[in-house]
């Protein structure tokens, strides 16, 4: 599980990674990527082939290094230091990516999304302009991608709002949408950043995070609960963004060559990841998760159009929202 999620992710980060650096005489420029993903052997492989690919490409111009599982701080540090320069590259979640492409929170807009179809088209048609905003704001976004199909982990089951109130549901500081579900449904969330969850699941600081199958098994947070919803809530959204001084000391021909191997990668790790994200999820029947049936499907769906709506003019506007309302009501299909 954690090997797929590395090597889906890695990959395509991989390949994002060479997007800039100025040259050395004395050597290849050592582009610095950071990443909350564990190191594994597959990925240490992927690493290497990568590098002796990029040697041969540039004639030994560059050269990237990965700071994994963290080692270069939470999202939220690794984001400052990108700023300051001290690291390239990163993939993000959409909250973070938000502070380079504000209006980028509408990739997780509760009851927007339900198939990968209507996610690939929406990408599709914001591509350029959430591009331009990057690049405005000092980053640019190398590929959007998606990790998997939110559901709720927990120790004892949730099945309604009640449940989500009698629990130490996890919050993310850095996420304001479900700062503002927890607010309308009278929940008390326990903050902590991403790099806490595994500690506060242990010691029963919280009881219940909101994670895909595929990442929960990452992050080893599945090993911490015992229920799992059966029914996804939303996608998890985000992007591998870089330092536009980074992107920009590159020539021309290195940005599009970069791009160029970069979508290849991404559109075939893209595929396996998704599928990987669906074999972790019945995995966990066969380590003794028990699945967890909503008591009213229809009262969370109704949270989410409230909430949706609710954060018009908040963190993204009305028009954006009839957009990317009016694309994905083009692709719609089986649920999820």
């Given at each position: 599980?954690?090997s797929?999620?590395c090597?889906?992710i890695?990959?395509?980060l991989?390949l994002?990674a060479?997007g800039?650096?100025s040259?050395h005489?004395?050597?290849?420029k ?8 564990p190191?594994?052997?597959?990925v ?5 082939k ?6 041969e ?5 560059v050269?990237f290094?990965t700071y994994?599982?963290g080692?270069a701080?939470?999202?939220?540090t690794?984001m400052?230091?990108m700023?300051?320069?001290q690291i390239d590259?990163?993939?993000m979640?959409?909250q973070l990516v938000?502070?380079?492409v ?6 997780m807009?509760?009851?927007?999304f339900?198939?990968y179809k209507q996610?690939?088209a929406?990408?599709?048609a914001?591509h ?5 905003t ?5 980053f640019?976004v ?5 990790a ?10 949730v099945r309604?709002?009640?449940d989500?109130q009698?629990?130490r549901p996890w919050?993310?500081?850095e996420?304001?949408l479900?700062?503002?579900?927890y607010?309308?449904v009278k929940?008390?969330g326990v903050?902590?950043?991403l790099?806490e969850?595994?500690a ?12 895909s199958?595929v ?10 609960t015992?229920?799992v919803?059966?029914?996804p809530?939303n ?9 536009r001084?980074t992107?920009d000391?590159?020539?021309?021909k290195t ?15 893209q595929?396996?990841?998704?599928k990987?994200?669906e074999?972790?999820f ?10 967890v ?8 769906q109704?949270a989410?159009?409230?909430?949706r709506?609710?954060m018009v003019g908040?963190?993204y506007d009305?028009k954006l929202l009839k ?5 994905a009501?083009k692709?719609?299909?089986?649920d999820f």
């Amino acid at each position: 599980m954690r090997s797929a999620l590395c090597t889906a992710i890695g990959a395509a980060l991989l390949l994002a990674a060479p997007g800039g650096s100025s040259l050395h005489a004395a050597g290849p420029k050592i582009v610095r990527v950071s990443t909350m993903l564990p190191r594994t052997p597959s990925v240490a492989l992927d690493e290497k082939k990568f590098n002796k690919r990029l040697a041969e490409m540039t004639g030994g111009e560059v050269k990237f290094r990965t700071y994994y599982g963290g080692a270069a701080g939470d999202d939220k540090t690794v984001m400052r230091k990108m700023r300051t320069g001290q690291i390239d590259a990163a993939p993000m979640g959409v909250q973070l990516v938000s502070r380079a492409v504000p209006q980028s929170l509408i990739m997780m807009a509760p009851q927007t999304f339900t198939n990968y179809k209507q996610i690939d088209a929406v990408r599709a048609a914001l591509h350029d302009e959430f591009g331009a905003t990057a690049m405005k704001n000092g980053f640019k976004v190398m590929s959007w991608w998606d990790a998997g199909k939110v559901r709720i982990f927990s120790k004892q089951p949730v099945r309604n709002f009640r449940d989500l109130q009698k629990g130490r549901p996890w919050l993310y500081p850095e996420e304001p949408l479900l700062k503002a579900f927890y607010k309308m449904v009278k929940v008390t969330g326990v903050p902590l950043d991403l790099n806490e969850v595994y500690a506060g699941l242990s010691t029963n600081m919280i009881d219940i995070v909101w994670i895909s199958a595929v990442l929960a098994g990452a992050f080893r947070w599945s090993s911490k609960t015992k229920y799992v919803s059966n029914t996804p809530v939303n996608i998890i959204q985000g992007a591998f963004i870089m330092r536009r001084p980074t992107w920009d000391s590159f020539s021309k021909k290195t940005q599009e060559t970069v791009m160029e191997l970069q979508d290849e990668a991404l559109n075939r790790q893209q595929k396996r990841f998704r599928k990987s994200d669906e074999t972790a999820f019945k995995k966990l029947f066969k380590r003794g998760f028990k699945g967890v049936d909503f008591e009213n499907d229809a009262v969370w769906q109704a949270a989410g159009r409230k909430l949706r709506d609710k954060m018009v003019g908040r963190i993204y506007d009305r028009k954006l929202l009839k957009r990317v309302e009016a694309i994905a009501a083009k692709h719609k299909g089986a649920d999820f």
